[in-house]
């Protein structure tokens, strides 16, 4: 615990619900995308704080930021993605915002969905390949990935409800491998899914509990979060109350290298930075806060200093 720096960033409070995304750009300048009055707030690494955004999401999701520092954002409850400059300014908009698309889903239950469907019902996640294109998981109320173009032109989708491969209960978080595969955080199925870009469906890693995000290093190791099985349970679960949260690096080939199970309530996504800081963003309040269930000392911001990872 000594090298998990959990006071890292802002606290909780009105104005900062809680963070859901985080991620670094290639000056260091750290992104973290929240449920708060202003729903993207810029850090430097040491957590003070270098300005804000103020563009509205109707519920922030996810976040990603490409090799020339544009910065991906995924509105869930909006139904839409979107691209922004690295100074903030609209450059790109995927989906109809406030527009599902027709899945058969009631009630926010995923597993009412009935059918895949077209971009987007509660998309989560976005990734990008070599070329820039964009590949978004969707999400909460569909069951597919999305292939998009760089100029966000749609390729192709892939995906169905279901536990079989190429199924997916709930597509929470995405990246691209160094071998060029899409990972697929599965969530509620517990398992990341590999495919090739066209969808076809190449090996599934099962040591994972409810993974929620996926950051592939420059090395080819996967940092994983894991919402594991205390906090975020839908009311329908039988789950035992463990593991609970956890963050998990594995190197290219699934071999666990290094886990930590302590210290985390509800981790949400991951990002690791070119002065091999990590950080995690944790949904405290959706996961369990809301509910007076969160123990005392979660946060919802973490930073693991560069250097004490492994072994830490």
Same mark, same amino acid.
């Given at each position: 615990?000594?090298?998990?720096?959990?006071?890292?960033?802002?606290?909780?409070?009105?104005?900062?619900?809680?963070?859901?995304?985080?991620?670094?750009?290639?000056?260091?300048?750290?992104?973290?995308?929240?449920?708060?009055?202003?729903?993207?707030?810029?850090?430097?690494?040491?957590?003070?704080?270098?300005?804000? +955004?103020?563009?509205?999401?109707?519920?922030?999701?996810? *976040?990603?930021?490409?090799?020339?520092?544009?910065?991906?954002?995924?509105?869930?409850?909006?139904?839409?993605?979107?691209?922004?400059?690295?100074?903030?300014?609209?450059?790109?908009?995927?989906?109809?915002?406030?527009?599902?698309?027709?899945?058969?889903?009631?009630?926010?239950?995923?597993?009412?969905?009935?059918?895949?469907?077209?971009?987007?019902?509660?998309?989560?996640?976005?990734?990008?390949?070599?070329?820039?294109?964009?590949?978004?998981?969707? #999400?909460?109320?569909?069951?597919?990935?999305?292939?998009?173009?760089?100029?966000?032109?749609?390729?192709?989708?892939?995906?169905?409800?279901?536990?079989?491969?190429?199924?997916?209960? *709930?597509?929470? #978080?995405?990246?691209?491998?160094?071998?060029?595969?899409?990972?697929?955080?599965?969530?509620?199925?517990?398992?990341?899914?590999?495919?090739?870009?066209?969808?076809?469906?190449?090996?599934?890693?099962?040591?994972?509990?409810?993974?929620?995000? *996926?950051?592939?290093?420059?090395?080819?190791?996967?940092?994983?979060?894991?919402?594991?099985?205390?906090?975020?349970?839908?009311?329908?679960?039988?789950?035992?109350?463990?593991?609970?949260?956890?963050?998990?690096?594995?190197?290219?080939?699934?071999?666990?290298?290094?886990?930590?199970?302590?210290?985390?309530?509800?981790?949400?996504?991951?990002?690791?930075?070119?002065?091999?800081?990590?950080?995690?963003?944790?949904?405290? +309040?959706?996961?369990?806060?809301?509910?007076?269930?969160?123990?005392?000392?979660?946060?919802?911001?973490?930073?693991?200093?560069?250097?004490?990872?492994?072994?830490?």
């Amino acid at each position: 615990m000594k090298h998990l720096e959990s006071g890292w960033g802002p606290p909780m409070s009105p104005d900062f619900i809680e963070a859901v995304g985080v991620a670094v750009d290639s000056g260091g300048r750290v992104f973290v995308y929240a449920r708060a009055a202003n729903a993207v707030q810029i850090f430097d690494a040491d957590g003070a704080r270098l300005g804000a +955004w103020e563009h509205r999401f109707e519920r922030p999701h996810g *976040i990603y930021i490409g090799p020339d520092d544009s910065v991906y954002l995924t509105d869930d409850f909006g139904h839409a993605v979107y691209k922004y400059s690295p100074s903030g300014e609209l450059l790109l908009t995927l989906g109809t915002p406030g527009r599902p698309t027709d899945t058969g889903m009631r009630d926010f239950d995923y597993r009412q969905i009935e059918r895949g469907a077209g971009p987007f019902h509660y998309p989560t996640n976005l990734a990008l390949n070599e070329a820039g294109e964009m590949f978004v998981c969707d #999400g909460y109320g569909n069951a597919r990935v999305h292939r998009f173009s760089a100029a966000g032109e749609w390729i192709a989708s892939w995906g169905e409800p279901g536990g079989g491969h190429g199924e997916f209960r *709930i597509p929470h #978080g995405i990246a691209v491998d160094s071998r060029g595969l899409v990972v697929v955080a599965d969530r509620e199925n517990t398992r990341l899914e590999f495919f090739e870009q066209d969808g076809r469906h190449v090996e599934t890693w099962a040591d994972v509990v409810r993974p929620t995000d *996926i950051f592939v290093t420059p090395g080819g190791d996967l940092w994983v979060t894991e919402l594991g099985n205390v906090a975020g349970r839908w009311p329908w679960m039988e789950a035992p109350e463990s593991p609970g949260g956890r963050l998990s690096l594995f190197d290219r080939n699934g071999k666990l290298l290094w886990r930590r199970d302590t210290g985390f309530y509800a981790p949400h996504d991951v990002w690791a930075a070119a002065d091999g800081s990590v950080y995690v963003a944790e949904v405290v +309040w959706s996961a369990g806060g809301r509910l007076g269930k969160a123990p005392e000392w979660a946060r919802t911001l973490h930073r693991l200093k560069p250097g004490a990872i492994i072994g830490g």
